[in-house]
Each structure stands twice: as C-alpha cells, then as structure tokens.
C-alpha cells in the first residue's frame, strides 16, 4: 500500500491487517493507524549523494533554502503557492515551480546538493519523495506540517537531522528564514553529519542489507506484531470456537 490510493476498494475488508502506508493522508483512521501499521519512506528518485566528503560542506552549499516541485496540490499542498510568493526571489533562496522529468531530476540533485536546507512542504498528502531526495542529497529537511507520519521515528530522531514548522509558523512572513539563518554553523554540520549516517535506512536494496530500508520495514513489522496479537486475542473472546461445538 505504498502508494496513498492502493487497495482503496478493499480496505474495509482488510482493515485489520498490518499495511506498510507512505503516509496517513488518505486512509481514515479505522482503517490505517500508526498503532498497527508501518510508514514507509518513498523511494528517492535523486540519486544518493555518495561523494559529499569534502573539507567544508558548509561553505560549499551556497544556497540557504532549496525547493523544486509542483506548486498545484490539493489539501495541505496548496500552501505551496503561499510559500511560493513569499520565498521566490528572496538572497540564498531558490523556489522553482516545476515538474518532473529528466531534466528536471538533474537540476533537483544539482540543487540539493549545493544547498544547505531543502523544503519539504505537503503535496496532495503530508509526505512526498521531496523528504527522501533532501536525505540522500544530505540536505537538512525543512518540514512543513502539522501531522505528517516519517518512518523509523522509534528508531530515528528526526530533529537531530531536520527541522520543523507548522503550516501557521511557516507562514508567518519572515519567520521560517529569520530561523534557518540562526542556525550556527556547528550545529549545521552536526546534522549534516547524522544524514550522512542514517542515509542507508532509505535505500531500497535487493537482496536487502543489515539497516537498509527493508530491512527497517520488517524490523518495524516486527515492532507492531503483540499490539496486532492482542486485537486478535481480544476479538476472539465472546465467539464460539469450533471445538466448543
């Protein structure tokens, strides 16, 4: 069920399994819950940075605040234009509506990797591939929203190598680039080099490697299994098994 709309017609009747969701944006929540299913990571579609062992990343990444993507989104996504008006042409940042293609693949990987933060603002759902690009570009993420779902968060935390804003805050004329541009140096470096170690928890690999994404997915299966058993037991209660027939 990795993508939002996938299994639509057959939820109600499957509700009670464990589904692996790119995120909670669509599913109600009787059908998919972060108590028993799994957030998944999209697959990036940038390549991964493999070559960012350089003497000053700080200074190399010249652009404070990177976006690339699609303005025209639905629910949360339509912030994209707010942030479009108020970030568009503002010193170190670059807000580029646009859509994917070949091209446009090279110029978000040649974007991220030379910027210090990425954008990450809600499409038509809280997350999108946007999130994953930013990780394995080691670009900080800069997410905007009041209730995306990120994998492995009870293995990950986010904020060693991201940072957050409401959809009010980012908003706020100013607010979001007064607080990026305080980000000191150090501490910019210090979540810069906890991207570069996580990067592996989110990549799809085949056959799967120890902490890669599938890995993590089935380690995160694992972690819902007693709350699913307990559902199963607790159900099973005032039903008559066969054998008291």
């Not at 070559?51 to 303005?71: C, H, M, N």
């Not at 999108?128 to 080691?138: E, G, W």
């Not at 120890?210 to 159900?235: F, S, Y």
Request: aromatic share 12%.
């Amino acid at each position: 069920m990795h993508h939002p709309n996938a299994f639509k017609r057959y939820r109600e009747k499957v509700n009670a399994a464990i589904f692996i969701v790119a995120d909670f944006g669509r599913p109600p929540p009787t059908v998919s819950n972060l108590r028993k299913d799994v957030v998944a990571p999209y697959a990036h579609v940038v390549e991964t940075f493999e070559a960012d062992e350089i003497s000053d990343p700080y200074e190399s990444r010249t652009t404070l605040l990177f976006f690339r993507g699609r303005i025209d989104r639905k629910d949360e996504g339509k912030d994209r234009q707010q942030l479009k008006d108020m970030l568009s042409g503002q010193k170190d940042v670059v807000f580029e509506a646009a859509g994917i293609s070949g091209k446009g693949v090279n110029e978000s990987t040649n974007g991220m990797r030379s910027s210090k933060f990425c954008l990450h603002p809600a499409g038509d759902t809280p997350s999108s591939c946007r999130l994953f690009d930013a990780i394995v570009s080691h670009c900080v993420p800069v997410i905007v929203s009041d209730k995306i779902e990120l994998p492995f968060e009870d293995e990950l935390d986010y904020t060693r190598f991201s940072i957050f804003f409401s959809r009010q805050e980012a908003k706020k004329e100013g607010y979001m680039l007064d607080q990026l541009r305080t980000v000191s140096k150090a501490r910019w470096l210090e979540m810069w080099g906890y991207l570069e170690n996580i990067t592996h928890h989110f990549e799809y690999q085949y056959p799967p490697k120890k902490g890669d994404a599938v890995n993590m997915i089935w380690r995160q299966v694992k972690h819902k299994l007693p709350a699913t058993k307990l559902d199963v037991h607790r159900n099973r209660r005032l039903k008559v098994p066969d054998w008291w027939r």
